[in-house]
């Protein structure tokens, strides 16, 4: 990788100034994973924001918990994430890319009251046979205790020939009897304004028109808001343990849908899929497991 960079923030990262960078950094294209930096966003003494984390739970449509959802960090990273991705020296426009899995590390329950250091940063990129990723590691700590940390997995469609190597991303097992653990309705509402809680303003979780331009049936659900009701459902695990919760994201959960949560305990934890009425696909596989 081509040195490191390093991006210190007070506060928020504006989400109007991501957005003109991303547009002006449209065109980058991956000429060698030599030349792509590892850029870190960094944020010191993040405290949670109770107003923040109520619309967080009443959205998502889980209780309150006395240690903050699993999911939630992800909304407080997500901002400085998006900085790096709309960055020129990234391989690809923050246009074209996808989130297709995450894996997060809950190494302890965190409380509402603690306060967090976030560091953000990218992995190199890989190339498959299908396309490029990288990834987004993301990491939250209390003084010196690493206490969270995901790894978001972002994918361009193309022919890459910079790297010779193919990789092969990872996948779970598949689960045959699984038993129905909740089905919910996943109504059009709150869809702005999830997007400014997540910190995933892209207009193809809100805006039906732009995101039928780019060929979705309709607008769809942020990852985190779907999965997070999906974990909250899902039988308790042993407390006070570290969990380790992969998902991987299959097609796009659209709002006004009938979804189906199914469930299969398996050693340590709970391996889920997420389906919608009337497909015998699922939308999203994912594992939750004491780790």
């Known amino acids: 990788m081509a040195g490191t960079i390093h991006m210190n923030f007070n506060d928020n990262p504006s989400a109007l100034f991501t ?14 994973c030599e030349n792509v930096p590892e850029i870190h966003a960094i944020r010191s003494g993040a405290s949670i924001d109770r107003t923040h984390l109520n619309d967080f739970y009443n959205i998502c449509e889980i209780p309150p918990t006395p240690d903050i959802n699993i999911l939630y960090p992800l909304t407080l990273a997500y901002p400085y994430m998006m900085r790096i991705l709309c960055r020129k020296e990234m391989p ?7 989130n297709t899995r995450n894996s997060i590390l809950m190494h302890r329950g965190i409380s509402s009251d603690e306060v967090l250091d976030i560091d953000c940063y990218n992995s190199g990129p890989r190339v498959s046979s ?23 997995t972002y994918f361009v469609r193309g022919n890459f020939t910079a790297i010779n190597e193919y990789y092969t991303p990872p996948k779970l097992d598949p689960i045959n009897n699984a038993q129905v653990e909740h089905e919910w309705y996943l109504a059009a509402k709150d869809r702005f304004r999830f997007a400014r809680i997540s910190g995933d303003t892209n207009g193809i979780h809100y805006w039906t028109l732009y ?23 899902l039988p308790e695990l042993s407390k006070n343990k570290p969990l380790r919760l992969d998902f991987f994201l299959k097609g796009p959960v659209y709002y006004e849908s009938a ?22 696909k699922p939308i999203i596989e994912a594992s939750l497991c004491v780790a």
């Open 130 to 152: 299908k396309g490029l990723e990288l990834d987004i590691i993301s990491e939250a700590s209390i003084g010196k205790e690493k206490v969270w940390d995901s790894t978001t």
């Open 259 to 280: 979804l189906i949560l199914k469930n299969q305990k398996i050693k340590n934890g709970n391996r889920f899929n997420l389906y919608r009425e009337g497909n015998d």
């Open 92 to 98: 690809f426009s923050l246009f074209k890319i996808l």
């Open 19 to 32: 957005l003109w960078q991303a547009l002006m950094n449209r065109s980058s294209r991956l000429k060698s």
């Open 211 to 233: 995101a039928r331009l780019l060929g979705f049936e309709r607008d769809f659900a942020q990852p985190i808001r779907v999965v997070a009701k999906c974990v909250s459902s």
